[in-house]
């Protein structure tokens, strides 16, 4: 056979543990064996009728073709006006860039902007793929710790010092994935402050913007009066020139598999970026961005009923964990992840998630998937049923005890 030397570069791209241990409780199932499944990050709801209407009427009507790179003038345009009804923020369409998924955001943004030597600051724990193409860019990826104490918050003045004068980017993500975690107006008042004082560009990661608990996401017809709602560096003056916004349908509208995704990019990005987009993916499939259409000017009834079960679940399975013997868990503000601190089990992350799906049949992701500063934890996606989470706890303390 003949060998295939990989090119170096292959050596710093990393993975995402999610898709690696689902491949594992696939096995076991297809062996005949019971999972639970609280590994991956995916709403465990059907996209809403009249979004696959919408893809199904688009198909019919012949949208099968290339479409602008960017995205289609309506999207662009439904994007900008969905941010504006939503205050989110004010923007106009052709800052907005539409993707095949959110991660090419992610790609397109750190390409851009940070060349070989410069430093990408992101949250640890936080998800893998920030560091993992941080570096494939021949970038360093620097690690910003969240910390328990601190509610898995950045604590700013630790950020700070990290800072040096090869820093280009910041990335952010609140609500956060894995911790559940949600930073609040005066965290991004902080950061804000000091990326202008610093000039550094912002990657926001908003992709869980509207599952919060603690606050209340905004609704399309706008929320009532006095209402707390979903804090961004984005709400502070001057931001959107230094800001690119990483959003995207899959988590909002249960619409994983469609792989939509977008971003809204400072003026001077958006031709740059589009170029990437045109050397990659071309542009993104076009019946699916009238589907795209639908779900932002659709009826919001069921993000709102799959954001109260995801506080339902929430409230089951915090109180479970922290009933569970040395397991302890902080209150989830956003997304649909809990992540419980282990260490007094005296087990490391990933010999505890090993144990509970080989032993317990429970799919779970070792705190330390998500960086060094994630040993101690585990992660449990609480995407699945109510009937399932109290099993796998049940199953969990069965190991523990």
Partial sequence: MTAIRLADRMANLGTESAFEVLARARAIEDAGGKVIHLEIGEPDFPTAPHIVEAAVEALHAGATHYVPAPG???????????????????????RVVITPGAKPIM?????????????VLYPDPGFPMYASITSLAGAVPVPVPLRQRNGFRIDTDELERLITDRTRLLIINSPHNPCGSALTRQDCEEIAAIAM???????TDEVYW??????????PGGPPPGTPRHASVLDVEGMADRTILLDGWSKTFAMTGWRLGFGV?????????TRLAINSVSCTSAFSQYAAIAALEGPWDPVEAMVAEFRRRRDI?????????????????????????????????SDLQARLLADAGVAALAGSAFGPYGEGFLRFSYANSVENIRLALEAVRAQLG
């Fill in 210 to 219: 509207a599952i919060q608990y603690g606050q209340s996401s905004a609704s």
């Fill in 107 to 119: 790609f397109f943004t750190i390409l851009a902007l940070a060349g070989e030597g410069d430093e």
């Fill in 72 to 94: 289609i003038p309506p999207l662009r345009q439904a994007v900008a006006a969905f941010l504006e009804r939503t205050g989110r923020m004010r923007v106009s369409p052709d």
């Fill in 197 to 203: 004082r610093h000039d550094l560009i912002v990657l």
């Fill in 317 to 349: 399975v915090v109180a479970g964990l922290n009933d569970l013997p040395g397991v302890s868990c902080l209150e989830p503000q956003g997304a649909f992840y809990a992540f419980p601190d282990i260490t007094r089990t005296g087990q490391a992350s």
């Fill in 265 to 273: 990019f400072p003026p001077a990005l958006v031709e740059p970026v």
